[in-house]
Nanobody
Framework: QAQLVESGGGLVQAGASLRLSCSASTQTFSSFDMGWFRQAPGKEREFVAGITWNGDTAYATDSVRDRFVISRDNRRDTLYLEMNSLKSEDTGVYYC????????????????WGKGTLVIVSS
């Protein structure tokens, strides 16, 4: 079991930066691969970035690869997403998610979800 709580969302102007955090209430955080997903209004939830359990490997979707950085601190049971050069199309609810096994990053591959934090980027 894992409870995930996101924070750090807000309203920003295009070009600004935000740092999202995800705090995990579990004694096994360091065993989970972790990911960030987002859901824009009227659209399906999509993968944004992921990181392996030990932090050795990170993944990101093409649209954010040059702007967003995912990281984790296993001592603090916390996941981060540093978002730079934000664009209006980055607007949406950002979800933190955890999974106990690897494979393709997708909504269906994740085992636990947070409730999300809203990011609004005004142009």
């Amino acid at each position: 079991q894992a409870q995930l709580v996101e924070s750090g969302g807000g309203l920003v102007q295009a070009g600004a930066s935000l740092r999202l955090s995800c705090s995990a209430s579990t004694q096994t955080f360091s065993s989970f691969d972790m990911g960030w997903f987002r859901q824009a209004p009227g659209k399906e939830r999509e993968f944004v970035a992921g990181i392996t359990w030990n932090g050795d490997t990170a993944y990101a979707t093409d649209s954010v690869r040059d702007r967003f950085v995912i990281s984790r601190d296993n001592r603090r049971d916390t996941l981060y997403l540093e978002m730079n050069s934000l664009k209006s199309e980055d607007t949406g609810v950002y979800y933190c998610a955890a999974r106990g096994s690897g494979g393709r990053w997708s909504v269906g591959s994740m085992d636990y979800w947070g409730k999300g934090t809203l990011v609004i980027v005004s142009s």
